[in-house]
């Protein structure tokens, strides 16, 4: 089965600067890839999926993430942060086509200072 | 956004107690799911859908049970509440046809069992 890793609990990042979370999986082939956000008190919302091809894909709110076959890495990475990008991202993992089931890692808390 | 609502929206009751969380949805998707999420762990699968009457497990379905009688309505029901079923709960749905293993989300539940 396959699982999904993200080592950092909590980030703090100041307004303006860059911002990057890590992601590693564990799978055999190459999985479908995907980030969610999470404002508090909400629900989950897609940010940004990988399937295939172009391994640099752009997503929603000015967010992009790199997939690394050779790392099993699937990082998020935002340029300049804004006070609204405080929340919860979830990196998830599906095995493949025919698997319709995504498991998640334990999150990222972002907290954005002045 | 996805139509999917979730009801209640929050939920106390007491530990031995039945409890039942609806989630209705107004695309036509095929597949729905249940997730508890609990800090730390991210969201966990309890149980899902591929199809009225088709149900299978996640990977922490004990305590839980599901119906869908309906496209459009799926029921988690604890049949004997207990504290450690205290969680947010989150239902997501999806249509591999169209998109993929992409889910999208409802508001969740906010259930506490005291």
């Known amino acids: 089965a396959q699982s999904v890793t993200q080592p950092d609990i909590h980030i703090t990042v100041s307004e303006g600067a860059s911002l990057e979370l890590r992601c590693n999986y564990s799978y055999g082939a190459t999985p479908y890839l995907f980030w969610y956000v999470q404002s508090p008190g909400q629900g989950l919302q897609l940010l940004l999926k990988?399937?295939?091809?172009?391994?640099l894909v752009q997503g929603i709110k000015g967010f992009e993430a790199e997939f690394k076959r050779s790392q099993s890495s699937f990082n998020l990475r935002k340029p300049s942060v804004h006070w609204s990008d405080a929340a919860e991202y979830f990196c998830?993992?599906?095995?493949?086509?025919?698997?319709?089931?995504?498991?998640f890692g334990a999150g990222t808390t972002v907290t954005v200072r002045a | 956004d996805a139509g999917i609502t979730q009801s209640p929206r929050h939920k106390v009751t007491e530990t031995g107690t039945p409890v039942t969380l609806r989630c209705h949805q107004t695309?036509?998707?095929?597949?729905m799911y249940w997730y508890r999420q609990d800090p730390g762990h991210g969201l966990r699968l309890i149980h899902y859908s591929y199809g009225v009457k088709d149900t299978d497990k996640g990977e922490v379905s004990d305590g839980y049970s599901v119906s869908r009688s309906k496209t459009e309505d799926f029921l988690l029901t604890l049949e004997s509440a207990t504290s450690s079923q205290t969680s947010v709960y989150f239902c997501?749905?999806?249509?591999?046809?169209?998109?993929?293993?992409?889910?999208?989300f409802g508001p969740g539940t906010r259930l506490t069992v005291l």
């Open positions: 998830a993992v599906a095995s493949g086509s025919n698997d319709y089931k995504l498991s």
């Open positions: 997501a749905i999806s249509e591999p046809r169209v998109s993929y293993n992409e889910q999208f």
């Open positions: 990988y399937f295939s091809g172009d391994t």
């Open positions: 695309e036509n998707h095929r597949y």
